[in-house]
């Protein structure tokens, strides 16, 4: 038998078109809210994170019948920052309704990358939407048959390494030449690469 779950999402996940490009297809979903979680925004991102926060709601998004494979694609969309964990959901969009509670997954910042969330709250309405997506993002995954993409991949990755979360040492040039020959002959490694505006803007 075939296993699916629920996953509240309260980021960018809510974008038909970002959900759509990572698995595939855009869920059946209904508005609800996070119980005991507050969001804030990342700090120099366009994304959010939560942390448990008691008395605290968070809306979003609840996606219905999530296969195993999706979580896959979705676990490595998110990466490390996030954990995926279970959490208590109200179904109730509206706050001042009775709470009917269920059990979903979400994505939660680690502890030890809460340093990287603003003081500021997000909304998805305000900081990352206008009408029905996100104006200029797209997410390309395992964008290697294009010179200029693979490019940018190697690009991301070496101001990962630069930055002090990747041990601020910047790639070598002998580790770019390897990566741009190795990463297209493993299927097994996912890449997604966040165009903002045509500007790679994460991965």
């Not at 759509?20 to 209904?30: E, V």
């Not at 366009?46 to 605290?56: A, E, L, M, S």
């Not at 991949?153 to 930055?163: G, K, T």
Request: glycine share 6%; proline share 7%.
């Amino acid at each position: 038998m075939k296993t699916t779950t629920n996953l509240f999402a309260y980021g960018i996940l809510q974008d038909p078109a970002v959900m759509q490009s990572i698995i595939g297809r855009h869920p059946a979903n209904k508005p609800a809210r996070l119980l005991d979680h507050r969001r804030f925004a990342v700090r120099n991102a366009n994304y959010p994170g939560v942390v448990q926060w008691q008395g605290i709601d968070t809306q979003g998004t609840l996606f219905f019948d999530l296969s195993e494979q999706d979580l896959v694609a979705l676990d490595a969309f998110e990466g490390d920052m996030y954990e995926r964990v279970q959490a208590q959901i109200n179904l109730h969009h509206n706050p001042s309704a009775p709470a009917v509670a269920t059990i979903a997954w979400i994505y939660r910042v680690r502890h030890e990358f809460k340093g990287k969330l603003s003081e500021d709250p997000w909304e998805f309405a305000v900081d990352c939407r206008q009408g029905n997506t996100i104006t200029g993002l797209e997410i390309l995954i395992n964008p290697y048959s294009n010179p200029q993409h693979l490019r940018a991949v190697i690009e991301v990755l070496d101001s990962y390494a630069s930055s002090p979360s990747g041990g601020a040492t910047p790639l070598s040039a002998d580790s770019k030449l390897r990566l741009a020959a190795e990463l297209p002959t493993k299927p097994w490694v996912h890449t997604f690469l966040a165009l903002l505006d045509n500007i790679p803007s994460g991965f």
